[in-house]
């Protein structure tokens, strides 16, 4: 069964620190691996997008990386606000038969991050 | 900037009930999805759906359930009878293709009583 798990659960740290953010997966066939950002009660918004060839994306203070190879990735946050306090969620994307995605996304349990002052 | 839309925010309903959630899509996009989070949960997909018809769709999507783009702007989740453990919060989600950037409503939570 296709998975998607997340480390830690939840993490708190000080503003202005950075932090990483883990992600395994089980997906298979791979398209890509995304990571989004969900306020509670809000729809999820996309940071991040990975194909198996590329193995780093950055977007601002994110940075996510990408291993194929051990189906591993991470979510870096550098100096970090208020405003990231947030559920970060790794999600992957199965291929079809012709390689690419059908757009059914399967989602991890998130990360939730908390920054304080 | 283009944002997906979903009413309503909140729906109250008896089980049994039908109920129909509401999203509008960003206007170039070609492809449709509806997911939901039940409360503490992670985020399931339900739904795909391009060129009016369903491309992908979870086991959780069974009869009970029914997709419809009835016009050019609207994309609506029926659940024809409803269940207490269809309370959750529906997320519609739209993307100009597949592989692309998925853009994600507010979503609209779905209490079932």
């Known amino acids: 069964k296709n998975q998607v798990e997340q480390s830690p659960q939840s993490l708190i740290i000080l503003e202005g620190k950075n932090c990483t953010l883990q992600?395994?997966?089980?997906?298979?066939?791979?398209?890509?691996l995304r990571w989004y950002k969900q306020d509670t009660g809000r729809g999820p918004v996309s940071l991040t997008i990975?194909?198996?060839?590329?193995n780093t994306k950055s977007n601002g203070r994110y940075t996510a990386t990408l291993d194929a190879d051990t189906k591993q990735s991470s979510l870096h946050i550098t100096a970090s606000q208020l405003s990231d306090s947030a559920s970060y969620i790794c999600?992957?994307?199965?291929?079809?038969?012709?390689?690419?995605?059908?757009?059914?996304?399967?989602f991890g349990q998130g990360t939730i991050l908390t920054v304080h002052p | 900037e283009p944002e997906v839309t979903q009413t309503p925010s909140h729906q109250v309903t008896q089980m049994g009930q039908e109920v129909i959630l509401r999203c509008v899509p960003i206007?170039?996009?070609?492809?449709f999805y509806w997911y939901r989070q039940i409360l503490g949960q992670k985020v399931e997909f339900l739904v795909s759906?391009?060129?009016?018809?369903?491309?992908?769709k979870s086991e959780i999507f069974d009869d009970q359930f029914s997709v419809e783009r009835p016009d050019g702007s609207n994309f609506t989740l029926k659940i024809r009878s409803t269940k207490l453990e269809d309370s959750a919060m529906y997320f519609c989600?739209?993307?100009?293709?597949?592989?692309?950037?998925?853009?994600f409503g507010p979503g609209t939570r779905l209490t079932v009583l």
């Open positions: 990975m194909t198996f060839s590329e």
């Open positions: 992600c395994n997966y089980t997906v298979s066939p791979f398209s890509n």
């Open positions: 999600v992957v994307s199965e291929a079809n038969a012709g390689g690419t995605s059908y757009g059914k996304l399967t």
């Open positions: 989600a739209s993307s100009v293709f597949s592989y692309n950037e998925q853009f």
């Open positions: 206007s170039n996009h070609l492809y």
């Open positions: 759906f391009y060129n009016n018809e369903i491309s992908e």
